[in-house]
């Protein structure tokens, strides 16, 4: 099943439009405009998750001051993450993206754990950030307090109440993303 979303930053500084596909596979793509002091860009991405809603390839596209970035990242069975064909180890054994420009990603880990209300869990994800355009490890914990509601904590201190729908779909991200079109 497809589902369109539209985004809009919580201060009025960027939009976003998605397509979740949910089903055997997951697939995202989306496109963020973002009209902030210090950087106005365009972000567009893809990724495809396999079976068991691990991350399997993303596609970056970054447009920033006239200069576009490309970044290729591809993950094997063996969880080994490349960018652009070049191995990076610090990522080895992470399952989920997480793209600094959207919240799409963060439906990936809460799909993927299938926390009970009450339940938290710790995982590390492959960080994609703005405006450095690199990828690192993040620690990350998601704590499922209601049906539809879960905190998201970093390990850089950052924390936020994340509202889905029943299928995990982010539709506010606390003082940051409001969906438009519920």
């Given amino acids: 099943m ?3 979303l539209i ?3 919580a201060d009025g500084t960027g939009m976003e439009y ?3 596909t949910l089903g055997e596979r997951t697939k995202i793509e989306g496109k963020v405009i973002r009209s902030l002091k210090e950087e106005v860009s365009f972000v567009e991405y893809n990724v495809i998750c396999d079976e068991l809603g691990n991350t399997e390839s993303v596609m970056i596209n970054y447009i920033q001051h006239n200069l576009v ?3 290729k990242l591809q993950k094997d069975a063996d969880h ?3 960018r652009d ?3 990076i180890p610090e990522l080895d054994g992470l399952k989920d993206i997480d793209i600094g420009a959207t919240p799409s990603t963060n439906l990936l880990p809460i799909r993927r754990m299938r926390l009970e209300v009450g339940e ?5 994800a492959a960080w994609v950030r703005f405006p450095e355009f690199d990828v690192l490890p993040l620690q990350q914990e998601y704590t499922r307090l209601g049906e539809e509601l879960f905190e998201y904590r970093s390990a850089s201190g950052y ?3 994340l509202h889905t729908d029943a299928e995990g779909i982010i539709r506010e991200y606390e003082g940051e993303w409001i969906q438009e079109n519920k």
Avoid: D, L, N
């Fill in 120 to 124: 938290s869990e710790q995982m590390t």
């Fill in 69 to 71: 970035q490309t970044m």
């Fill in 2 to 4: 497809q589902h369109a």
């Fill in 85 to 87: 064909g070049i191995h």
């Fill in 159 to 161: 924390t936020a109440r």
């Fill in 7 to 9: 985004w809009k930053r």
């Fill in 80 to 82: 080994r993450w490349t």
């Fill in 18 to 20: 998605c397509t979740h």
